[in-house]
């Protein structure tokens, strides 16, 4: 079984007057490094895993939710490729209805803010060739290493409350002037928070805007949803935004996200901060 996932957050362009042009794009998502598992034969058979149940990937088994487990499944298809796609192009094919999928589980559309992703699973090139062609698309959390954490209990309408913060992207790096956003604990010290009304540029398969374009939705947007994230205005934060690049845009990720951005590390959240002096 290949394992694929989307970052919460795939930009190449950063945006606040003050980013640096010069920054990389930064990449699509990939596989994480730990490749393939042994799938048993019935994995995706007569008792296939279904919406809801929890799975512990590194020994390919359905769990209960309550037991530490990597993936929840979102949804259950096939795949229709006539021949068995490579990695980037099963991507591709699965990430976009993966990730509808997932909002709609998730109860909100606004996962790219958090460090819940989409995990699409299909079948390796061995089971591929017995004819097998299950699709499951799961979420997973991931940490600062963008590997699936073992956690317990469910995901399901987990953005529908202010439980949404529980799963709040954190950033160790600029948000604004680095060209990868870095995972953090929103309890240790991080720059950047990512903020809930998360901006839809287009829906999958559209065409994406130029980045004239989404930097003006961006600068004309974000500054509102960050005040009213503070609860005010503030001095010593200022507004980011991410942007999806032409690989991120065509894997489903067609949103903008907003930062907050603080001039200084800090280690508690800046949500209600208001006109207040930074935390140490």
């Keep these: ?24 794009p930064e990449p699509a998502p990939t596989s994480p490094s730990s490749g393939r598992v042994t799938v048993p034969p019935n994995m995706y058979g007569a008792d296939q895993p279904k919406p809801g149940q929890c799975l512990d990937t590194g020994n390919a088994i359905v769990v209960d939710c309550g037991s530490p487990h990597d993936a929840e499944v979102v949804s259950t298809g096939k795949l229709t490729a ?21 909002a709609d589980y998730l109860g909100g559309q606004d996962m790219d803010a958090t460090n819940l992703v989409a995990m699409p699973l299909w079948p390796n090139e061995q089971q591929w060739n017995k004819g097998e062609r299950w699709l499951l698309c799961t979420v997973a959390e991931v940490g600062a290493d963008e590997k699936p954490l073992h956690r317990t209990g469910s995901l399901e309408d987990a953005l529908l409350s202010t439980d949404m913060f529980r799963y709040q992207t954190c950033s160790v790096s600029s948000p604004s002037r680095d ?54 205005e503030n001095k010593e934060v200022s507004a ?13 990720y067609t949103n903008l996200v907003c930062y907050v951005e603080a001039t200084r590390p800090v280690r508690v959240r800046l949500r209600n901060l208001g006109p207040l002096t930074l935390p140490s």
């Design 82 to 102: 006539t021949s068995m796609p490579d990695e980037a192009t099963a991507a591709t094919m699965t990430m976009p209805p993966c990730r509808e999928k997932l």
């Design 179 to 232: 060209a990868r956003v870095r995972r953090g604990p929103c309890d240790g010290p991080h720059l950047g928070e990512a903020l809930p009304g998360v901006i839809s540029l287009g829906k999958p398969g559209s065409t994406m805007p130029n980045t004239d374009t989404m930097n003006r939705i961006a600068s004309e947007k974000c500054p509102a949803v960050v005040k009213k994230y503070l609860g005010g």
């Design 240 to 252: 980011a935004w991410r942007l999806p690049n032409a690989e991120s845009w065509a894997r489903g």
């Design 1 to 24: 079984m290949r394992i694929a996932w989307g970052l919460a957050v795939c930009a190449a362009l950063l945006g606040i007057a003050a980013c640096d042009p010069a920054a990389a």
